[in-house]
């Protein structure tokens, strides 16, 4: 089994950053793709950013040019640099790792931007 333990989130104020960590346990070797999602109350979960094994990116247009997803596989974690935050990144963040088709989530970690 695999186990994914997200920190880094807390409270910023419009423009700050900060830095996301999630740091995956137990059978890694069948981790493929990582990533973050976010869910803000009364909407749908969205996919924020993914990486590869290989470290080929994707990120949804709303964080292109503000937020960085990295890995370091010795490490087993995988991060995301959030830069010039805006009220509207608020909300609960997850990590993720696919192991197969199937996701396999984090407990979730709260940003908060505000002023």
């Known amino acids: 089994q695999v186990q994914l333990v997200e920190s880094g989130g807390g409270l910023v104020q419009p423009g700050g950053s900060l830095r996301l960590s999630c740091a995956a346990s137990?059978?890694?070797?069948?981790?493929?793709?990582m990533g973050w999602s976010r869910q803000a109350p009364g909407k749908l979960r969205e996919l924020v950013a993914r990486?590869?094994?290989?470290?080929?990116?994707y990120y949804v247009d709303s964080v292109k040019g503000r937020f960085t997803i990295s890995r370091d596989n010795d490490k087993n974690t995988v991060y995301l640099q959030m830069n010039s935050l805006k009220p509207e990144d608020t909300t609960v963040y997850y990590c993720?790792?696919?192991?197969?088709?199937?996701?396999?989530w984090g407990q979730g970690t709260q940003v908060t931007v505000s002023s």
């Open positions: 993720y790792g696919l192991v197969g088709v199937n996701p396999i």
């Open positions: 990486i590869t094994t290989r470290g080929s990116t």
């Open positions: 137990g059978s890694i070797f069948s981790i493929d793709t």
